[in-house]
């Protein structure tokens, strides 16, 4: 958020926080979120430049295309280790998955 709409909004009354702290989340939860959020985007971002559809990354992932679509929105239900797959399937590797942690952070 930037500085002049987060001043605004304080000045009229408002607390402005973290979505962590309105969640009540322990600093592992959040970092968990964190990363889910950092891999479901790099997944999606990925099969969008190899120009691929939902459906198509679900082939070759032996799943659905709504298995995919809740990856990519990083739905609760996912695992950390599908997303994982995911990327690895569409070429990925562990020094790539690293650099989208790393971006998120």
């Not at 964190?34 to 939902?54: M, P």
Request: hydrophobic share 45%; net charge positive; charged share 30%.
């Amino acid at each position: 958020m930037k500085k002049a709409k987060r001043n605004s909004l304080e000045a009229r009354g408002w607390r402005v926080g973290s979505v962590a702290e309105f969640l009540v989340l322990s600093a592992e939860d959040a970092a968990l979120v964190e990363t889910k959020l950092a891999l479901s985007g790099a997944l999606r971002a990925r099969r969008e430049a190899k120009k691929l559809t939902q459906q198509q990354l679900a082939k070759l992932l032996k799943s659905s295309q709504s298995r995919v679509a809740k990856m990519e929105a990083g739905d609760p239900s996912v695992s950390v280790d599908l997303l994982l797959k995911g990327l690895f399937a569409l070429g990925a590797n562990p020094r790539e998955v690293g650099r989208a942690l790393h971006h998120a952070a």
